[in-house]
């Protein structure tokens, strides 16, 4: 794992939104403030927990622009810079860099039925020439439940043949350890991320660079706490408590879920909203989480 750029807890964060479900600039910078202070040491913007795929490139501009004018450390943000039309992909990305973002994560664009490996590698190919000499900048975005693509350790080899120094690392969103070491291994000049906060001491012992995960929103002090934790049978129970929390948020739909225990947390029905086609949590999850919030040993946000 290289030791430069973004590492430990990164927590994927959620885009709050308006009455006209437009970003809301000062909602988001005064949370993402605070995500940082209790915890995180690093968080990915306008990722899928982000939901940037449901909103329009403009505003995504315009949100990267807000966040990258406030106090917050740019260096230690990735922004999901993933679009269907390439050239939306090439604007969000050549953004990110200008404005000072420590990183790009990117998928494939849909439909995967369509892709080729090499047209993968010639879409990482492009994308890296429109950042001209930009070093490790680019993180692959390995999550074939939603993309279609899987980022197998073959068309890895073969898009860093191509581009050796553009990549930065690569977000597992399958959650496969077994594969992730394998990566770490095979290439300790690449940050490699597992998804799920139930992997972060697995993480830690494989050399993964850390964990960017959506419900880490939810307890940064306690993973953060782990990952810097010493590797004893006290890390061990901390590590299935918090697994735990994690499996109760994931049983039910993940992003309306940290939305609406972010809405308690916050005291603000408005961070429930969602993007359609996404709905809002129901009823059932409401009240399942509402309560699994109250005990002593939940979710525990980022301060007030």
Known sequence: MTENGIRGVCAAVLTPLDEHLGPDFTKAIRYYRKLFGAGCTALNLLGTTGEALSLPTPARLDFMKAIAGADLPLTQVMVGTSATAL???????????????????????????????????????????????????????????????????????????????????IKDSSNDLSYESALAIAHPELAIFTSSECHLLAAKRFGLAGCISGTVCLWPERARSLWYAPDDSNAEIAQ???????????????????????????????????????????????????????????????PG
């Open 87 to 169: 050239t939306d992909t090439l604007e969000l990305t050549r953004t990110a860099d200008t404005l000072g973002f420590g990183g790009a994560l990117i998928m494939p664009p849909r439909p995967a039925a369509l892709l080729s490996e090499d047209g993968i590698v010639q879409y990482y190919t492009t994308i890296a020439a429109a950042l001209g000499n930009r070093k490790r900048f680019i993180y692959l975005y390995n999550f074939p439940r939603l993309s279609g693509v899987a980022f197998s350790e073959g068309l890895i080899d073969r898009i860093l043949d191509k581009l050796p120094a553009a990549i930065a690392g």
């Open 240 to 302: 299935r408590e918090l697994c735990s929390l994690r499996t109760d948020v994931e049983k039910h739909n993940l992003i309306p879920a940290v939305r609406f225990l972010t809405s308690i947390a916050e005291n603000d029905a408005s961070w429930r909203r969602t993007l359609p086609p996404l709905t809002e949590l129901a009823d059932s999850s409401r009240s399942t989480l509402h309560n699994l919030f109250l005990q002593p040993t939940g979710p525990q946000t980022a």
